[in-house]
Every structure is written in structure tokens, then in C-alpha cells.
């Protein structure tokens, strides 16, 4: 058999983009996935005549340069760089947010672009926009940071330390700030406030835990490189990965689950598949998260001390129930306008985080309609509406199988009858497809502990930054293993899952 320089357990995002960088650097590679198709939630799938996106509302860092700051996002240059070939497009607005509550509500509709979204603030809430500006200034201070570590490769020695410091000696204060507390000495009015953290169980943390330095780069990235998705759905995206990586002499085997990884004294020595057969290699990327490799996968005897605590240490992220309808009427007639909407009980989202542990409350989701920016994304006629409402807890826990059915029925006719409840819009009589994926079915799916999507839920001592510190040396504890994915040192996303596998990758090319 073929000998591999390193093997990609997993073709989510963050392994495919690992798996692009070992080819372009022409190791020999191969990826290897339990499922038929690429792509992790980077996929779609088909019911009667709709095909629906998984799950891709919106790419961060992902600008063409043609914007007011000038910047080709660094998503969009790694993607360039391994040749992928996906059509891309832009979506014109940043969000919009429906808070119900009958006495602090509103209804927003935020554009992207710094002066459009500050004065679309100022109008909504008078006085604030000096705030916005001065928030938003410091989501411009934070790019340039990351932008300059990036350009330095996130060196590790002292001299780029010190060099940071003296030219981001201020970020560096903001970076243990929790979005909230920054927000609050800003002097940003309450419901601005609310409105600006929109975008919050994107980070899987509310806004007391949620790093104000991730919360505003992300924001101020979505405002001034505007949200992307790709044409024909996130499933072009993978299949675009499949033909990059073939093409620069990779091999990627579908249908194929790795039982076990083979560790002795320290050091990988190969994986185990599913059905017997043992692959020799002694670099190994995982695409799984660290929780369920050492949990599951490895001989006990072989998990570092290190790791054991970061199991017990380390909070699950979030987990999801997404409801995909397929109507039959277009989107024109649907009386609902916007691409994503964020409907809430309240603007608070500390209290939004608090009610999320529930099985009972299903009045706080997102609602995507492709048909706004893709006119064409399903037949003509007929436009596709999906819901993804949030779980911060292991909420389907006591769930028996009697039940199961019933209760996934319950929740998917709940969000219909409360989001046809707030907005006046009928939506069960055009309903022509119906699917539901619940946490047990991304569990089954992804193979991720309680169904998690967003990997490990971002603490202070976990944030981003203590990540991106301790991902090169600190928490690679086992010779030839390194993970990547959505649960790594960039944090949850397509974006971030990209940028890991190419961070992993680029550390696990300077070790072999
Ligand atoms: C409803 C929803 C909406 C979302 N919307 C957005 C969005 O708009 N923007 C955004 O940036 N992010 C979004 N996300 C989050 C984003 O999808 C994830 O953070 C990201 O895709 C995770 O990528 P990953 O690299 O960790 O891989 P995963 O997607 O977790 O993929 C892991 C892969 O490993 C494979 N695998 C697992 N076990 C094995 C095994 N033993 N052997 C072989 N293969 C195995 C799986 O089959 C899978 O292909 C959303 C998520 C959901 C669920």
C-alpha cells in the first residue's frame, strides 16, 4: 500500500483545508471520512425538489478587496491559495433583529458598511452613533493586530512579543474584557448595545463571557468585508476541496470511519478503521475534537495528563435544532424581507443564554431565507425557509425513543406557530418539505459529543487568544496528533475551521 506523509481523520472544513495545505506543500496525504460526501455541516442535501443548505448563513473574512477598507479577507486568500473554485457571493445586509418583547421591542434591519451601519444605529437609537464609532474604531484597531500577527506568522519568539506590545500594548488590555464590560465603559446606550450584539450565539458565549476582542473583530469583519455564501451552497465549497486536493496529488477515501488511533509511548503510530484494516503513518490531523479522540478513540494508557484535565476543564458548545421548509410560493409573496433574522424574546442576551438550557422555550431563533441573496436557490415558484434554534445545555440528555418523535415534532410546530404568531405570516399552508435535524441527528452525524456544532464554548482562560498562544507547543501533547476543526484555536465557524486546519498544518509541517 501507498505510504502517507500525515493522515486527515475527518473532511469537515478544518480537515479539508488541512488536507489542501499538506498537498499544496506536496506531502503525500489522505483524508479519510466516515460519510459518503465531504464537508462536515459544509453540505447540503435533497428532499423532493429542494435542495437545502445544511448549514452556511454567512462567511466571515471573506472580502474581495472592493470595500471601504480595501482588505481581501484571509479566508478568501487561503481558499484563493489551494485553487478552489467556488462561486462566490456577497450578502448585501448585516442582520436583522426582531425583539418581541411588548413593551422594549423592536424590529432592526442593520446594513454592512461602517457609515451605513452607525447611521442605521444612530436613527434606531439618537446619540448613539459616536459610541458605534468609537466601538467600531476599535474593531478596526483589532484587525490591523491580527493582520500584523498573522503577516509574522504568529511567532512565537520574544522579539515579535515585545514588537506586538509596543504596537498593540492598548489591544492587548481589551483582549481579557468581556464584551459587555467593554460595551458599558464605551458608554453605549442599552438598546444599541443589544442591537451590536446581534450576532452573539455565533460565539456560542454570552455577552458577560463572550472576549470583546473576538465579538468586535467579528463584527467589524461581517461590516466592512460584508457575509458571503457560495452559489451553489456550502456542498460546492467541499466539492471544491475534493478537486483541489485530488488535483495536487492528495487521495481522500470516503465511506471510511477510523475506529482508533494507534498511540505508543507518546508518538502516533497509525489508525485503526472501522472495518479492520491498519494504515501506518506517523502524522495524523484530526478533524474531531480532542474530547472525543481521547475519550473515545485512544488506549486510556496513552492520554497525556493534559488532555484528561482539558476534557473535565472545557464546556461543550453549543447545539442546534434546525428546521428546513420548503414552500410553495415564492419569496416575493412570503410578506417576510431579509437573508438572516434574529428573533428574540428580549435584547438581553445574558438572559437569552440563561433560557437556551430548555426544552421549553422555543422563542429565540434564527431564521435564514437564501432566496434574498439567490434569488434562483430553488425552483421557480418556491422559496426555502430555515430555522436554527440554539441549545447551550445537553438538552435532549432524558429524551427516551418513545419520545423522541414526538417531542422533535413538538419543537418544529412551536417555532412555526410562533413565528407566524409575531409576524402575521402563514407559513403551514405552503409547506411542501418539511426536515428537521435535531441534536441527536448532528450527534449521529458529525459524531460530535450532545450533537455540538460550535465546538468548546469560549472562558477566559479558553478564549481565542489563550488558544492561539498555547496551540503550537502547550497543547500538542502527543507526537505526530494535531487537531483542527471548529473546536481549535480560531474558534467555531467555516472561517475559523479553515483557518485551524491551515494553522495545524503549517505547525505540523515544521515538525516533520
Ligand atoms: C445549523 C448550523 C448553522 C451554522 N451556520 C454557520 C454559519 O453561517 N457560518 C459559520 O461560519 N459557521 C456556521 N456553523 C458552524 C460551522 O458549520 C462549524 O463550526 C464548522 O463547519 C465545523 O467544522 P469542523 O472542521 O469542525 O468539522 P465538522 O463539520 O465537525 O466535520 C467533521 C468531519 O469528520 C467526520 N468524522 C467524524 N468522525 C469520524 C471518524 N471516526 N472517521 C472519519 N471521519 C469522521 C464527519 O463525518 C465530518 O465530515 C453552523 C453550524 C450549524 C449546525
Known sequence: ???????????????????????????KVLVLEKHNLPGGCATSFVRGRFEFEATLHELCQMGDGKNEVGRVGAVRQ????????????????????????????YDVTMPVGIKEFTAAMEKEVPGSGKFVQC??????????????????????????KIEMLLKYGDLMKVV????????????????????????????????????????????YTYLTQKPWIAREKSHEISMAF?????????????????????????????????????????????????????????????????????ISARIIGQNCF???????IPYE???????????????????????????????????????EVIPDCSPEGTCMVQFAKFYTDDAFRDVTEEEYFKLKDRIAREIVEHFEKITGIDLQSHIEELVVASPVTWARYLGTPQGDVYGYSPAGWDGMFPRVQSGHKLDHTVQGLRFCGGHGTQM?????????????????????
Not at 80 to 97: I, M, P, Q, S
Not at 145 to 155: D, S
Not at 360 to 365: L, N, S, V, W
Open 322 to 328: 434546525t428546521l428546513y421548509l420548503g414552500l410553495d
Open 333 to 371: 409573496q412570503l410578506g417576510f424581507k431579509a437573508y438572516d433574522t434574529f428573533v428574540r424574546f428580549t435584547g438581553d442576551n445574558v438572559k437569552q443564554y440563561e433560557s437556551f438550557g430548555s426544552l421549553d422555550t422555543h422563542r429565540d431563533y434564527c431564521v435564514t431565507i437564501i432566496n
Open 242 to 310: 475534493d478537486d483541489a486536493i485530488r488535483k495536487m496529488g492528495g487521495d481522500i477515501w470516503y465511506n471510511t470511519e477510523v475506529d482508533r488511533i494507534d498511540i505508543k509511548d507518546g508518538r502516533v503510530k497509525g489508525v485503526h478503521l472501522k472495518y479492520g484494516q491498519y494504515i501506518e503513518c506517523e502524522n495524523v490531523m484530526c478533524n474531531l475534537m480532542p474530547t472525543v479522540v481521547f475519550g473515545r478513540m485512544v488506549d486510556p494508557a496513552e492520554v497525556p495528563e493534559r488532555e484528561k484535565k482539558l
Open 176 to 219: 481579557p474584557k468581556s464584551t459587555n464590560e467593554m460595551l458599558d465603559r464605551i458608554g453605549l446606550p442599552e438598546k444599541a448595545k443589544y442591537i451590536f450584539e446581534s450576532y452573539w450565539d455565533y460565539i456560542s458565549a454570552n455577552s458577560d463571557q463572550m472576549s470583546f476582542a473576538v465579538y468586535c473583530f467579528m463584527t
Open 492 to 512: 467555531d465557524g467555516y472561517s475559523q475551521a479553515y483557518l485551524s486546519g491551515a494553522e495545524q498544518a503549517r505547525y505540523m509541517l515544521e515538525e516533520m
Open 78 to 105: 487561503l481558499l484563493d491559495g489551494y485553487g478552489l473554485n467556488v462561486d462566490w457571493v456577497a450578502v448585501e445586509e448585516a442582520f436583522r433583529t426582531i425583539v418581541y418583547d411588548p413593551e422594549k421591542g
Open 1 to 27: 500500500m501507498k505510504k502517507y506523509d500525515v493522515i486527515v481523520v475527518g473532511a469537515g472544513n478544518g480537515g479539508l483545508s488541512a488536507a489542501a495545505y499538506f498537498a499544496r506543500a506536496g506531502k
Open 135 to 160: 466601538v467600531l474604531e476599535y474593531g478596526r484597531m483589532l484587525c490591523d493586530g491580527v493582520e500584523w500577527l498573522a503577516a509574522h506568522n504568529n511567532e512565537p519568539g520574544p522579539l515579535a
